[in-house]
């Protein structure tokens, strides 16, 4: 079963403070994950995406990070900041052209100050 | 617009009422999404629509839930009979048939079966 499972479910950190967000998936055949940051009462939005030849891939203070053999990917915050605050999910597209994007539920990252 | 566009934003009703939610996609999108989000909960997949092909309704909860789109654009889910626990917010995402892309969400529509 095609499954994308987060952790941890939700977390609190200090504004400044790094965190990391796992992700690991039973998705098959893999075609490539984003990571989604999905604000209080909005939809979500694109934060970066893996591609199976990808390791490492930065966007500003975050980074992802993909092991296709164990099937897990990260995001790292560096430097929280309040805005970080909001649910980041973990979204895996299979390599088919007629199947649904499969969703982590989220971890819910709330930076306090 | 640019984006993907949904109507109402909110949506009360009162149980056993039929709802109709609205989603216009990104122009030129052939790929369409309903989801559902509950409140502390993850994304649940309803249904896909993807250009003329016949959509995938594998997530679609009950008999009572159905989805249209029409001229490959506008779609619409309907909710039959409403029950308290279709409260959610429902979203709708497309995005281009290459697999490489992103999916663009809307803001969602909250309902709220009273």
């Known amino acids: 079963k095609n499954q994308v499972e987060q952790s941890p479910q939700s977390l609190i950190i200090l504004e400044g403070k790094n965190c990391t967000l796992q992700?690991?998936?039973?998705?098959?055949?893999?075609?490539?994950l984003r990571w989604y940051k999905q604000d209080t009462g909005r939809g979500p939005v694109s934060l970066t995406i893996m591609t199976f030849s990808e390791n490492t891939k930065s966007n500003g203070r975050y980074t992802a990070t993909l092991d296709a053999d164990t099937k897990q990917s990260s995001l790292h915050i560096t430097a929280s900041q309040l805005s970080d605050s909001a649910s980041y999910i973990c979204?895996?597209?299979?390599?088919?052209?007629?199947?649904?994007?499969?969703f982590g539920k989220g971890t819910r990252l709330s930076v306090i100050a | 617009g640019a984006g993907v566009s949904q109507s109402p934003s909110n949506k009360v009703t009162e149980k056993g009422k039929d709802v109709e939610l609205r989603c216009d996609p990104i122009s030129g999108h052939t790929a369409l999404y309903w989801y559902r989000q509950s409140l502390g909960q993850g994304l649940e997949f309803l249904i896909y629509f993807q250009g003329n092909s016949a959509p995938d309704k594998s997530g679609l909860p009950s008999d009572r839930f159905s989805a249209e789109r029409t001229g490959g654009s506008v779609s619409t889910l309907t909710i039959q009979r409403t029950q308290q626990e279709d409260s959610a917010v429902y979203l709708c995402?497309?995005?281009?048939?290459?697999?490489?892309?992103?999916?663009?969400f809307g803001q969602g529509t909250r309902l709220t079966v009273v």
């Open positions: 995402a497309s995005r281009p048939y290459t697999l490489a892309t992103e999916a663009f």
């Open positions: 992700c690991n998936y039973t998705v098959s055949p893999f075609s490539n």
């Open positions: 979204v895996v597209t299979l390599n088919s052209g007629n199947t649904p994007l499969v």
